[in-house]
């Protein structure tokens, strides 16, 4: 394993995290026997950053890593998120009807200490808000999570979804440790801006979805998803998008073809290869996949390949968004 400073923190991160969402939640059905077998082999090729949330299936993500968790702190970099909530006042899916974000320092303090009791922890290594809550003001939020660091219950602060301009103004209230965003080779928003000013101001980018929620691995067939299985809901997922769509990843397995390794070890190395600050978190519930994502750290890219690669993605441009018209509304405040 490669490891990663996180932002100006001297925290050495393995240069790919885990995330653990699909574990139990949004990729159909759980297996909890797998997903612990999962952590446990995480441990055993020297995956030290892990991802959860206090949304992943209601907290059952936080207390099944705990289980892992508490018997090899020492080892493990733990990240979670808040904010998402249900109107009857607990945490809950960003996609659920009633759902809402609640960035207000109220709500803050009551699930940070949600999140350490599922965990089973004294203190949080990364803590999130899980998007901008555009009715609280940055600064207040972040000043909340501040207190948080006083008070010895997390270590370092970050922001998910962000804009620079955000960003700029909860950083200069208190240091942003890790800006985390989609980005895959599918998914390029944060080239825009947000990437400049986490660079500028010393912040690592933590890529989720790397593998585009495994559209850029050639292997997902729409039809047999889970029917709970949140993909079925998104854009660029849908009939009259994916034909276009499977276009490009098939030319982009053939380039890897060419490379000796897997369309998703190709696609984690391109994410690798923008920069030394960038951590993507790949998520997956199974050891066989856990295992095939590590070997990207093997796989160097020329300049050459980059070409190749960004004159594939030019020749066949994604078509669809990467979340629904609502969810959309919630990213880049």
């Known amino acids: ?91 809950g899916p960003s996609s659920a009807s009633g759902t809402y974000f609640d960035g207000s320092p109220a709500w803050m303090k009551v699930a940070v200490e949600q999140s350490l009791k599922r965990l089973k922890i004294d203190t949080i290594d990364l803590y999130y808000a899980h998007r901008v809550d555009p009715n609280v003001p940055i600064e207040e939020t972040v000043g909340a999570m501040a207190d948080l660091v006083k008070e ?52 690592s980018l933590v890529p989720y979805s790397p593998l585009a929620r495994g559209l850029v691995t050639n292997k997902l067939n729409v039809d047999t998803l889970a029917i709970d299985d949140f993909r079925r809901t998104l854009p660029r997922y849908q009939s009259e998008n994916i034909d276009n769509n499977n276009k490009l990843i098939e030319n982009f397995a053939a380039f890897a073809a060419s490379k000796s390794c897997t369309p998703a070890q190709l696609a984690l190395a391109w994410v690798l290869a923008q920069g030394e600050d960038i951590i993507p978190i790949p998520g997956t519930k199974k050891r066989n996949y856990l295992e095939e994502n590590v070997g990207a750290i093997e796989v160097k890219l020329s300049s050459a390949d980059l070409t190749v690669i960004n004159e594939l993605i030019n020749r066949y441009p994604i078509i669809g968004e990467r979340y629904s018209e609502e969810a959309m509304k919630m990213v880049n405040h």
């Not at 020297?46 to 959860?52: R, S």
């Not at 059952?60 to 508490?70: G, T």
């Not at 200069?172 to 660079?199: C, F, W």
């Open 1 to 91: 394993m490669e490891y990663r400073k996180l932002g100006t923190t001297g925290e050495e991160l393995s240069a790919l995290g885990l995330g653990c969402m699909g574990m139990s939640f949004a990729y159909g059905p759980a297996d909890d026997k797998e997903s612990l077998a999962t952590l446990e082999k995480a441990l055993d090729l020297g995956v030290n950053f892990w991802d959860t949330a206090d949304m992943y299936g209601n907290g059952a993500n936080e207390e099944l890593i705990s289980k892992v968790l508490v018997p090899n702190r020492d080892k493990i970099f733990i990240a979670t998120k808040f904010g998402f909530r249900f109107k009857d006042g607990i945490a």
């Open 152 to 203: 010895g219950k997390v270590r370092y602060l970050g922001l998910s979804e962000v804009s620079a301009n955000s960003l700029r103004k909860a950083h200069a209230v208190h240091p942003i440790s890790a800006v985390q965003s989609e980005y895959s080779l599918l998914t390029r928003d944060v080239e825009n801006g947000i990437l400049k000013t986490t660079r500028e101001l010393g912040i």
